[in-house]
């Protein structure tokens, strides 16, 4: 049985605390909005704060400033979020739209968003959560 809702603040919580326990990568630094439409938690945004590859912050809410910011349609942030669907192929077929940075999404954190352990993460909170 699942304990966690997608996107619920107790999900965003998860993601956080999950996040700040990767490894440290030096130099590998960036600020990134998610925006998620039309979800059961109506629009739900967040910013993610990485340094050394990590997460220092999970912010909720829409204040405050960030490089990038990634939107997604619910169905293809969940397919992303539980690791179904690669961020680079999500951005290349316009499934997310980013505005802002997109270089430091997209090329600077991608030691943090598209490696085995962000995967892996994601696939424990997959498994830990209601879509």
């Known amino acids: 049985m699942a304990d966690l809702s ?5 999900w965003l919580e998860a993601l956080g605390e999950a996040g700040a326990a990767l490894r440290v990568q030096s130099g590998v630094d960036g600020v990134v909005r998610f925006v ?65 940075d997109y270089a430091r999404y997209v090329f600077d954190l991608r030691p943090v968003f598209g490696s085995g352990e962000w995967a892996e993460m994601l696939r424990d909170l997959a498994a830990r959560s209601d879509s």
């Open 36 to 100: 998620v439409t039309a979800t059961p938690h109506g629009k739900v945004q967040f910013r993610l704060v990485i340094t050394d590859g990590r997460v220092v912050e999970l912010l909720p809410g829409r204040d405050g400033e960030a490089e990038a910011t990634v939107t997604w349609r619910y169905p293809d942030a969940v397919a992303q979020f539980s690791g179904d669907l690669d961020p680079d192929e999500a951005y290349m077929t316009g499934r997310c739209k980013v505005e802002g």
């Open 6 to 10: 997608f996107l619920s603040d107790g």
